[in-house]
């Protein structure tokens, strides 16, 4: 991106000129500004690149430890099971956008599944003062997984929630297993196992899928002392991603700041 240009001077120039004067800096400083802004734009992009990495290796990373022909740690007891069969469904509450609220208790539209949240739930962005019964609240571990959504693929998505006492609202599933760590289904539901996800969604506009044909699902897991160690390890690389992320946040705001500073 070229931030001097003729051009757009004379055209800028003249679209302003009966409302107020503008001051130029010569064309060597002008070289220099332009130069110094586009060492800033290649490394907010080389910085993209870095978490496209990160996140390309994590699925792949997520891939090998949770498939029992890939994972070669000798030691590991692995099971085949439904998804039905290791844990429970129930919908969310009855809440909408409507009941966001700027104080109260925290809470997760199904929505904020594909926008905000990733595998594994850390933090929450949104409170309710809306009251559901206790059943709607999160307990450590659950999985949420929308029950509707624009296209197959986008439908097999899941969220292990590691906040306890969040309210879980709109068109989700909650499913609650004490035999596979929430965080493991989360990876099994997004990396594993998501194309038979979105084989058993329904729907055109809106795709559906219903607890039940998840349930149906199988899946292979490890046992609990390897699900830990996973679980540590994902949250490793996870970590990383964020912290890449928060740099390239910090670039972004910069570069804003220095283009207010030259352009104002």
């Known amino acids: 991106m070229r931030y001097f240009n003729n051009t757009f001077f004379y055209k800028n120039l003249c679209s302003r000129a009966l409302s107020f004067s503008v001051n130029i800096p010569s064309l060597s400083e002008q070289e220099k500004i332009a130069s110094f802004l586009e060492k800033v734009d290649e490394r907010i992009r080389i910085q993209k690149r870095i978490i496209e990495t990160l996140k390309k290796y994590k699925r792949g990373v997520v891939k090998t430890l949770l498939d ?95 906040v306890p006492d969040v309210i879980l609202a709109g068109d989700l599933n909650i499913y609650r297993s004490t035999i596979v760590d929430g965080r493991i289904m989360s990876y099994l539901l997004n990396h594993i196992v998501n194309e038979q996800i979105a084989r058993v969604a329904q729907g055109k506009s809106v795709v559906h899928v219903q607890a039940s044909e998840i349930g149906k699902i199988l899946i292979t897991y490890p046992d609990h002392k390897e699900q830990e160690r996973i679980a540590q390890i994902l949250e490793l690389l996870d970590n990383r991603i964020v912290a890449s992320e928060n740099t390239l946040n910090s670039m972004q705001k910069m570069k804003k700041a220095l283009l207010q500073q030259l352009f104002i």
């Not at 969310?92 to 925290?106: C, E, M, V, Y």
Request: hydrophobic share 35%; net charge negative; glycine share 8%.
């Open 68 to 162: 029992p022909k890939q994972n070669q740690r000798q030691d590991v007891i692995w099971t085949t099971d439904t998804i039905g069969n290791l844990g429970t469904f129930i919908k969310g509450a009855a809440l909408s956008k409507a009941d966001i609220s700027d104080s109260g208790t925290p809470f997760i539209l199904y929505g904020e599944l594909y926008t905000t949240y990733k595998e594994v739930v850390r933090s929450v962005v949104r409170v309710t003062q809306a009251s559901v019964d206790d059943m709607y609240h999160s307990k450590l571990g659950d999985v949420v997984i929308p029950t509707s959504g624009e296209t197959p693929e986008e439908i097999s998505t899941a969220s292990c929630i590691m």
